[in-house]
C-alpha cells in the first residue's frame, strides 16, 4: 500500500518528514497541497486537521509529524531512526526542536520579514504561532532576542558534533538528524540574513551538507483525487484498542473531539474513539466521499475530550 504525503515544498515540518522518508530509502507519493486554507481537497481524510503534513496510508490518516514518523518506523524498522538504542529520548528531542527552538526560529523569520510576505500568509501563521491576540510590531520588536535564543540552541548541536562524529549518535544517521536539520534547513531558507548566523557553525554546517546527502527517498506526484480514490477503496487496518491504564478513562466508540494543545486556533477533529494509549489517540470518522477512515494524532501535544 502507497505511503501518500500531503504537504508543500516550503513547509519545514514537511521536510522533517521528507528526510525521514530519505533515511529509510522510501519511495512515496506526493499530493501537493495549498500552504493556507481552505484545503478542500485534503480535509475529507483529517477531517478539518489544518496543519501540513498529513500522510496517509489506505484509509489509515496519521497527522502530525510525531505520528507519522512513528508510524514510519514501525513499518518500516530497518534502517532503525533510532541507532544505538536511543529509544524513547529522541522524542524528547523532538519537543525541544518543535517547541522552544521551533518558537526562537519562527519569530525570526516571521518577525524580520513578515512585511514582505503576502498579508493574509502572513496574518495566517501569526494567528497560528503568537496565538489571537499577536501584534506584530511586538513580533518584530523581540526579534534580538529570539536571533540570540536561536543562536544558543544551534550552538548545542555545533557542540555535540564537536567529537567529530559524523552524525547525532554517531557514524549512522537517525531521527535527531532529521529534527535538527529540518529546523536548520528552515532558518537557511527563509532568514535573509541566515549566512552570517550559521558561518558561525563550521561543523553543523559539514553535518547539515551530509544530511542533506541522505535525499528523501524516491517520490512520485500524485493528485489529490487520487489519493482520495485510494482511501475510499480500502479499510481502515491499524487499530491498537483503548489502554485500560489510560488516566482518562474514556472508553472506545465514545465520541470525542482532538486538537492540538495550544492557542493557535487549530479546530477540533470528532469522531468515534478507536485507540488510545501512551503513543496515540485514533478516531474513527465515516465521511461521505471515502466512506470509513481512522485518524490517528500523537497523544504528547494533542488534547482529547
Ligand atoms: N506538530 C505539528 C506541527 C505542524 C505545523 O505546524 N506545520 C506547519 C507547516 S510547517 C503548518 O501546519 N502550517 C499551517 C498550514 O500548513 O496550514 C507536526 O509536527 O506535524
Redesign the pocket.
Known amino acids: 500500500m502507497d505511503i501518500i504525503l500531503h504537504h508543500y515544498p516550503q513547509?519545514?515540518?514537511?521536510e522533517k518528514v521528507r528526510v525521514v522518508f530519505g533515511l529509510k530509502k522510501l519511495a512515496w507519493r506526493s499530493v501537493q497541497i495549498p500552504?493556507?486554507?481552505p484545503k478542500p481537497e485534503l480535509m475529507p481524510l483529517p477531517g478539518g486537521y489544518?496543519?501540513?503534513?498529513v500522510m496517509h496510508i489506505g484509509a489509515d490518516v496519521y497527522c502530525?509529524?510525531?505520528c507519522i514518523i512513528r508510524e514510519i518506523e514501525y513499518r518500516y524498522p530497518l534502517p532503525t531512526l533510532l541507532p544505538g538504542g536511543s529509544g524513547g529520548m529522541p522524542w524528547g528531542l523532538a519537543r525541544w526542536i518543535?517547541g522552544p527552538f521551533f518558537d526562537a526560529a519562527i519569530t525570526v523569520v516571521l518577525g524580520h520579514q513578515a512585511e514582505q510576505l503576502p498579508q493574509d500568509f502572513a496574518a495566517d501563521r501569526c494567528r497560528?504561532y503568537f496565538g489571537p491576540n499577536y501584534d506584530l510590531d511586538e513580533i518584530q520588536r523581540t526579534v534580538p532576542h529570539a536571533l540570540a535564543q536561536l543562536r544558543a540552541q544551534f550552538g548545542w548541536i555545533e557542540e555535540r558534533l564537536q567529537c567529530g562524529r559524523p552524525f547525532l549518535l554517531g557514524s549512522d544517521p537517525g531521527l535527531p538528524d532529521a529534527l535538527c536539520y529540518y529546523l536548520t534547513w528552515f532558518v537557511r531558507g527563509r532568514y535573509n540574513e541566515a549566512e552570517p548566523l550559521l558561518n558561525q557553525f563550521p561543523r553543523l554546517l559539514e553535518w547539515y551538507g551530509r544530511v542533506a546527502d541522505v535525499g528523501h527517498g524516491s517520490p512520485t506526484d500524485m493528485t489529490a483525487s487520487e489519493a482520495l480514490d485510494i482511501a475510499a477503496a480500502s479499510s481502515p487496518e491499524n487499530n491498537a484498542g483503548i489502554d485500560p491504564q489510560d488516566p482518562q478513562g474514556l472508553a472506545a466508540g465514545q465520541r470525542v473531539a482532538v486538537a492540538?494543545d495550544g492557542d493557535g486556533g487549530d479546530p477540533e477533529v470528532i469522531g468515534e474513539l478507536a485507540t488510545l494509549n501512551n503513543a496515540e489517540i485514533a478516531i474513527r470518522r465515516e465521511e461521505p466521499l471515502v466512506g470509513e477512515i481512522i485518524v490517528h494524532f500523537p497523544r504528547v501535544?494533542y488534547t482529547v475530550r
Open positions: 513547509s519545514p515540518i514537511s500552504r493556507i486554507p489544518r496543519r501540513t503534513p502530525d509529524s510525531q518543535d497560528l492540538p501535544g
